[in-house]
Each structure stands twice: as C-alpha cells, then as structure tokens.
C-alpha cells in the first residue's frame, strides 16, 4: 500500500459524503486547514489524534490510518513545470519574479533564505467590487547561511 | 542590444555606487519597491517617467532607456528548476502545496484560477523572538472560468 | 477511481453506442460543444445537470458522475511537447508565431495577457474549394498587468 | 551573420525611430501585418521588394537585406515550454484543449490535420464592457491522410 | 480499452498464428502493407471492411473492432530519442541531414514543407553483392508556405 | 577556429554571390549535390580536392580549407525534437512510423538494421497535377546482427 | 504480453531454481554466454533451438516462448542517464572518452563507425594482486561513410 | 581563459601543422596515445614535463602550459544523449548491453563495480578479410561495494 | 515478481508491528544501520544470515528472501532532481559545494575521485542548544586516475 | 560584469602564481577554507575583509572587489546530472542514498529536514594502509516542519 493509495481513497469518500475541506478540517482539527488539506493530498504527516478522526471520516483500515501519519515523500506534481493552470500561474510566479524575491530579501536580510519548512501559510478571500481576489499570507523564518 | 545587456549595466552602477534596491526605489518612485526592482532585473517594463529616472541614476542612453521600458520576454531563470538555495525554497512550496492550492482556492471560488498578472505582493520582515521571519503577501484577482 | 477512468469509460460507451460528439453536446446542451467535449476528455468540470444527463448517456454510476463535476487537474497531452500531429500543429504555432502573438497584442493592448481563462472558442468548416478549412475562433479577455 | 543578428538590428533601430509594427507593415505592405512581423522577428521570409522597403527603413546592409528573404529556421522561442506568460498562455490552450481539438475536428472532417502551413491569422481587439477582448481568427486547410 | 490493447492483442494472436504481415496485409487487402502494419500498430485508423476482416482475423471483439477504425493519438515511440538501433538510425538521419534536407527542398520548391499527412512510403529488398540493401521511397507533396 | 565558423562563413559568402547549391555542388563536383550540402552545412568532410574548389569559391583561407576536411562533430539541430516545420516532419515520420519500419524490415530481412553510414540518399521533384511532390530515395545497407 | 513480462518470468525462475547465468548459457548453447543473457534480459531474440531450451528450463508456455524469439524494441536503461552505478561508469567511459575514440578511430580508419551491429564482446576476469580486473574486449566492424 | 580555449588552439595547430595523435603521442611521450589524446582534448591533466613537450610542439604561453596540467571538468559531450554517429554507438552499447553487463560482472564478482578510474583502454585495428575491425580492449579494477 | 514489491512488503510489515528501523537493524545484525535500512529500502544486496532473520520479520516467502540477497538496479529516487526536501537539501549541497570539493579534493589527493563504492557512512544526532544538528560522516577511499 | 568573469580571473591568476586553496585560504582567513574556496568559486560571499585580501593577491579591481561580497546565484554546475566523475560520485550518493538518509533521519529526528544553509563541512585526508581516505563531515542544524 502506497500513500497515493490513501490519498485517492479519501478523495473518493469525501466525493460520495459530499464533505468539503473545510468541514473536514473543522472536524479533524488541531492544525490549520490548509495543513490538513496537505496532509490529505499526501504531503504532510498527521499526528494520531488527527489520523484517527480522519479513519473515522473515511472509513480508513489500520495500515491506512497509520500511512497518514507517516512522513511522505513529498512532491505533489506529476511534472517538473505544472500543466494545471492554478498551479502554474504560481510557478510563472516564480519564474519571473524569482530573482526579485531574491535582491530584496538578501538586501534586507543578508546572505541566506526565507524557510520553506519553519513556514506557515494563509488563504483568504479577499472581497473586492472588480472581482474578488484571492490573498496568500506566507511567513518564513529567515535562515542566514552559517559562516564556518 | 538585449535587455539583459541593461539589466548586466545597472547592476553594475548599482554596485559601484553603493545603491540598494531601496534607495533605488524611493528614488524612481511610482510603484511598490517590488515592481521597480523586477523591472530593473529585466522582468517589467518602466513608464517612461520611471525609465528616465533610472537613466540619470545609472548613466542609461537613449536606447538603454526605451528598453527599459519595452515589455520584455519574460522568465528570469536559467533552469526550469531553479538551481539557487533562497529561489528553490518557493519552487518546493509549489512543488509541495500545489495540489493543496488548487483544491483550497477552488472550493472557495470555484473553477478559475488565481491571477498572475492582476496580481500584487509585498515583502515585509516580521520580527520574532526566535528568527525573523520574510513575510510575503500576495493577492490575486480570482478569474473563473468562462463557461462557453 | 481517477478522472481518467470517468473519461476512458464514456470514450467506451460513446464508441459502442456509435454517438458523435455533435449529438453529445446536443443531448447535454447549457454549452458549446466544445465545452462539452473537453468536460468529458477531462479537462473541465460539468454542472450537475450537465453530469447528470451525461450519466444517463453513459451509465455512470455516483461516483463517477460526481468526478465529472470536480474541476480536474488540466493538461491533456502525455508529452510536453506532443507528438500527435494534429495537435503538434497547434504547438508549432506557438513555436513559430509566439513572438509574433506577444509584438502584437502588447502593441495593441499594453502590457498584459490574452487569458486562457475568461476565454472562449469556436470551431467552424469554412468550405472553399481548394480544400476545406478549419476555422477556429478564439476570444480571450485582455488582461492588463496591474502596477503595483 | 545570423539571421538573430538582423532581428536585433531591426528591433534596435524600430525602438530608436519609435515605429510601431502597425507603421512598418503599412509602409513595408504586401501581406498582412502578422506575416510582416513574424518576417522581421526571424520567422517568414520576406519577397525581395519588402526586403528592400524593410532596409530603407532600418539602414540595412546587403547581406542584411539578403537574409530577410531566406527562409530561416523557424521556432521563435528559448524553450520548449515557453516561460513568457503572454505566449504561455497559448501553450497552455494546446495542453488543455489539445485532444478536444482532435476530437472535435476528426469528427467534422475524417483523419488528418489543420495545416500550419496553408494557414492564416488575424488578430483583432474585440470591444467589451467587461473588458476588451483579444480575438483570433485562424483558418488552415484540412489536409486529410493519404491513404496508400 | 485503449488502442495499446487492442495492439497488444493483435501481435499476440499474430504470434501465435505464425502470421506474418505480408499475410496479413494480403488478407484485409485496400491498402499498402506499410499502412496495414501501421494501423494494427496503432498508428492509423482502418476503414470499416479493413477491420472486419482484421476482427476475424485476430478474434477481436466489437469494440477493440470499433477502436481499430478510430484515429489514434499519434506517437509510436516511447522517448523522444528512440532507443531501438533500428529506429535511432532514422532519428539519426534527421539529425545530421536534416538541415541538408531543408535546403535542398527550399532551393528547389521555394518556402515550405514535404507533407506528411499527404505523404505514402515504400520498402523495398534492393539485392546487392555486398549486401542487400533496404530502400525506402518517401513522397510527400510540397506544401507551399501561404503568404497572407 | 570551429567548424560552425566555416559554415557560417561559406553561407554568408553563397548569400552573396546569389550560388545555389545546385550551383556550388556542379561546380565542386565529384559526390552528388545531397553530399555536397551536408559537407558545407558542417555535417560531412570534403576530399582535397573538393575543399579546393571550395576554398576558391568562397575565399577560405587555410585553416578554414583543411576544417572542411575534418570529419565533424555530427548533429546539425539544435534541439532533441527539431523545431523547424519542414524538419519536424522527418522527425514525426520518425514517431509515428518508427515501430512500422521495425516490423517490416525484420520481417523481410530479420534481426539487424539499415545502415545510417554506407547508406545514400536522393530528392527529387515528382511532378503532379495535384500539386508536385517531394521524392526522397534512400537506400541503406542492411547490417544484420552479429551472433557471437 | 510482453517481452518485460517474459523477462521478469525468467528472472524469478533462476532465482528460485538458483541457476547462474554461466549455467544458463552453458545448457542453451549456441552462443556466447553474453549474447544469451542479453537475450533472456530482453535485447536480443533466440533461435528457435535455444527459445526451446528455453522454454523447459524456465517453463515458459508457448507464446513466452515465441516471444524468445521476436527481435525485441531494444533499449535495457529506465533512463537516459542510467543511475545504477555498475551501468554509470560505462556511460562516464563515453562521456569522458567519447571525443578521444571518435579522434583515434577516424585517424586509423577514415570517416565511419564502430557497428554496434557487426559487433562482438567478451568479458574476463583478470587476476591482479592489486585486485582483480573487469577485462572487456570489443569487435566491432568498421563501417566507413559511403561517398555518394 | 578555459580549458576549452587550450583545446580549441591545439586544434588549430595540430591542422595546420598536418599532426596526427600518433605523432603528437609520440613526440610527448611518457603515457598511451589515448591518454594523451584524452589530454590535448581536455579531459586528462598532463605531467609538467608532457605539458612541456606539447607547449613547445603548439606554441602554448604559460597559462595554456599551466591548463594543461589541471585536472580538467571532465565531460566532453555537449549532449546527455550524443547526436554523433560514432559516439552514439557507444552510447547504444551501454543502452542496449547496460543490464546485461551488469549481471555478468556481478556474477562472476561479487557486488561492486568496474572503475572508470583505475582503468586503461587499448583500440587497435583487426585485419579481417570481411572489413577491418575496431578492437577496443579495456581492463578496469573490480571494486567491490564495502559493507559498512 | 520485483525488488519494488518487497520493499513495498516489507514497508507494510513494518509500519503495523511499529517497528523503527533501529529494532529493525539491531535484530538482523551484521552490518550498520544505514546499510540495513538501504538495504531493505532496496539499493544494496543483505547475505543470506540477514535476508533469512528479515524473512522471519516480515513474514517473507522464499523468492522475496531470494530477492533480497540480489543486487538491486540501484537509484532510488523518481526523478533526477529530487523532490522531496529532505532529499533534496543533499542534491542542492552537491549543486552548491561540487565545483568546490572537486578543487579540494583534488589538491590534496591528485587527480581522482572519493569513492562511492568502497564508502561508509554514519549519521549521528549532534546535541546543540540552539537545536540539535544531524551530523554525517562519510569517508571513501581516493581512487587515483590510473595513467596508462 | 558577472560574477563567472571573476571566478575566471581568480583561477587564471592562482594558476600563474602556483597558488594553493590552502595558501590562499591561510592568506584570506576569516573562515574555512571550504568555505573561502567556495567564494572564490562563485558560490559563497565574502566580507569586506576577506574581499580585500583577495583583491590584493588576484589584482582584482574595485567592482571584481564588491562582486566578490554579492550573494550569487548558486548553482555550481552546467548540467543537472553532474558528468565530471568526481562530482558525480556525490550525485550517486544522493541517487542511492537518499531514501535511506531520509528514513533514519525522519526516525531520529522527527519530521524535518538537514539544512543546506545552517551547515558545515570539514574536508579530511584519513590515512589508511589500504589508500587513503577522504573523510568529509557534515554538520547541518535539524529543521523541523512547523506545524500550522
């Protein structure tokens, strides 16, 4: 049994049960719900506490329920440029305004990067009369590159 | 003569004359420190207010400073996965969150996507007892899909 | 159970039940044929009324029916660039005439995009007697990039 | 000298006369404005009456004006899949629409391709209240597979 | 199903039958035995006579006979270089005469391509004391490059 | 001093002086036209005496002389998958008749290749009604697998 | 079926039935023990005699068997660069010698190849009190580039 | 200055000088023609005292003398996948023979490797009345896997 | 039957008896940890002792205990940069720091490599107060380039 | 001016003046000389201080001096898979290595990630009687994931 596995299936019974992130998230608890979307995507550990509630909601055998809180291998894109056009419009983001980030955060900071681990993140909505807008909040710890 | 070719001399009179992207900023003035500075890394075009500005500081001529303000070809990497530490850390979060995005974006606004280009971002040091932390927030006009 | 299962089981019925996409999108109907057929190629989302007349159609179960509704991770080619050689065509376009595309919309309209998003298109038989053609129409909104 | 080298060139003194492509094409004339512009960015070869309008207008030299009118080998672009959002965004059309277009032009025509080749374009801005929209109009002969 | 499937089957029937594709081209017959052998290896569409005979045949039920007749999503080789000798030799003619090739068709037909959608092939035993030769004729019509 | 500099050098001078290769390969002589073409394009070597009768047509001094003589470094494409139109085609012929080929010259000749190297080639202009036709003949050693 | 299948069949037999490869070739027969493994590993085909032996010592049924005998589509590496390390210091061997070889062999033979066809090799061990060597010796006819 | 430019240089004096590898391995001395060939092309460091031999036989200055010595970033292949005729069937050799190589070494030796590092390498030409033949004798150090 | 599918079993086997890989290589004995782990993750062979204590452990049939003793097609990561970023931390230290342990590595030992293969490694848990840190220790023997 | 056009002046100058990393990094000091190399190639600021030193023995002007204290864009190699063996044999560790280090990290440690950043390295020669060693310690600070 692979973590995919996991994955689809909870895919397919919140489909059926027609739940949604953030009721499962409310239910789940513990955590923000944009971890615990992740954790279910297969991309980040849930503690026992959580896993339990989620075998409950899903209706998930032991093996599977201790798959979820084991640490996956990460990486959720089936290529290395993403093809879905959400997700891409966050790496063009990436592509073109890469090197920006980088002058200004090292101007600010000093030589070193901004944690893609001790990070945490937000998603809101963001009301706005031309169209609403969809606002992320990132917060990395600063790491400095250690002089030896 | 390319753009990188103006990119390449600016970087170079920034260097010489100890400028940071924050002077640089207040200086041209007319848009967030973030644009500015993508536009002088070859990544936006200047209004032409904004191009003769950056000629006086940098010593641009005439074609220098009508590149400056042309759109340019845009995509600032050398490698479709960038090879740099603090610009690989936002590849990973895509890498790693991106199916979590997609499925939290979607549930709350339905099919569309999150802008890329009616879009904007701050960058803000967010003091902590325990690190410093770079704080990024982005907010992009949700566009739905348009059922034809 | 994947959204490409959903979409090799309705290729299925569609070919033993000798039904073309013309009729399809005429049965389902509340938008273009195109629309349609790219819903059911897995590309975007139905409504439920649309899933459900598709069901009937097609004798999908719950689950699969509810799966047409989801919005799918897009991308429909197995290769980045395909190898097919009516949609390698298309590509080739892009390749050849890309340049040209971007001199000239951002001549006309500024800085900014055609979305693929708030977009729509049409596919028509233009006879001549040369040979036919095919005509495609595309409209897509402008969008400006917004300074910041 | 390269056919890239009389791209620059052109490119140079088209920004330093502050022409647009609309101008150059109307001065240059004999085809449309797309087909002009894709000739001086590299794509098309130009008839050898453009070619002399097209060194007038930019002061090229002989071999210059020579290599405007060899066919030159196409593909505009630095990558595979292109990283400028402009012209990515129709790469994206491609990746998402690609088997629908197979599909849907395989049914009204039978087996074989929309020629890129015996092809045309045009490109319009298309007014609207929401948003004035980029519309394009392609039309390529059918060309059926030869059964032998 | 999938056409993968049906190509499967046909090359283990065949196996088993002892048949070779000479035979099997002389008995569904309407065709060269190079399009024979290329539409049971998936790569073109049989007319509906072709694969009623090709049914009986290799045992194929209704809908691998439907399949037979629809035009596959081309692209018979599994990486974008082959790694089979005998094909990379090919691939391999492309790439060292392929600029050759492009001259020569320019200098003789002017702008534009040798079709291969309106194209047909033959394979021929050419003896040779030293070693008999394969020889292939290629014709494919010149497609001329439409000016518009 | 490279070999590409040569090419480019004899390209520039061939532009020049209006010489078709038609032209240069009558004029070098002793290998047909298809040899001739790919020696200067950079992909084959030239005898003395051929790269003789080069040097004095497009005035190579020596170095550039014995250069043209040298077996080069071959592969004429800048990309894996070629993106000019007219070379394209040779690669889809490639990919979409790649297994075909296979299947039938093992039939006729068993386990072995057509020879890339003691290998020659022709083009021709077949004429048509319809449109002419391109005429490719290409007769290449059949090297069958060594048992040992 | 396929050829993989035959392959992973033939593997799990020798391990159960712990047959070596020098084994295995010695029983089969006609042939060099690294043409047979190369064979029961999928890259080369059997003669009927030793697809026989084949087939009782793995009990292969009768289309394992005939697939024994069908030239395979070549090509043993899951990728292009291969990553088990016995397998990588080949492909270093040619990286890193590949323009030696290519200077030496021409400058012996002339213009041409070392046929991976006409080919032959055997491996030994070659005691050395340092420690023993991996001796390979390769055959391989020179095939020089016809002149045409 | 680069290892290339060394390279490059020797090149051209090596032409035109009419020097072949065996003179020039023979004037140096001191190592096999292949190793000093591998030398002059860049991916071997040479002794002082060949370095020596080979500046005063190229008219290399000091640094060059000094480049010739270092250990150089070895690879010498612009491609992962080599396009040249000659190279590629190494290439394919290890494509086609990698797994079996792979069984037979280990067979016979245990779990380890051969080295590309303790390794020599001998070509020489075999008479054979059917063609000449290239022999290819390499004799690399097994290096067993240390368990740890 | 696959290398893959025991690491998947023994994966299984492991998460629902809670064991950690400590147990795990203290009771199969005879070797490191790391090299326990590795093997059981697949990429190193375990003798017969050990397969045998792993067999009763996870409850394995004879041809999985077979398997475990073979030496694996080594490489144990899907794709050639890795996503996961714990192990992608390791590649981006090679992509960082290998230009500068090759310059000293190579001038403390001469021209050579550190050995993958005769190679050991520990990892350790360094106390810190400002957070622990993961210490590694890898040596391997220098292999110098043997000159022939 | 580029930061590689300093990284070339530094090498060209250490060679002409029979420098060593060790005696350059002595001079330097400030820091190991892992990690004063590692600026000196490119991928590691340096201070004030140490830029000075190392102006003064490279004769290095005063924007080669500035450049040398700018943070570069890291990423040390042309290729994504390494080809110099030296490096590879690290890439080969990460290839194989990998899952390993990331299950006996993960149980040790928890979830998180080794840092690349707050990281060190010491470079030793480990005599030995079979071969000297190369012994390389790494000491990275354990990143868990925050929990959010």
């Avoid at 949604?20 to 719900?33: N, V």
């Avoid at 101007?107 to 609403?132: N, V």
């Avoid at 992320?136 to 790491?143: C, D, R, Y």
């Amino acid at each position: 049994m692979k973590r995919e596995d996991v994955t689809e299936k909870v895919l397919s019974k919140k489909r059926l049960a027609r739940l949604t992130w953030a009721e499962i998230a409310e239910r789940i608890g513990g955590a923000s719900p944009v971890l615990i979307t992740a954790a279910l995507m297969g991309q980040m550990p849930m503690t026992a506490e959580q896993a339990a509630v989620a075998a409950e909601l899903f209706g998930l055998d032991e093996e599977e329920t201790l798959l979820l809180q084991e640490i996956p291998y990460r990486g959720s894109l089936p290529t290395a440029v993403p093809t879905d056009p959400l997700i891409y419009r966050f790496y063009e983001l990436v592509s073109v305004y890469g090197t920006t980030w980088k002058e200004l955060i090292q101007e600010e900071f000093g030589d070193g990067i901004m944690s893609a681990i001790d990070f945490e993140m937000e998603m809101d909505r963001q009301p706005d009369p031309k169209g609403d807008r969809v606002k992320i909040t990132m917060s990395g710890k600063f790491l400095p590159y250690k002089r030896f």
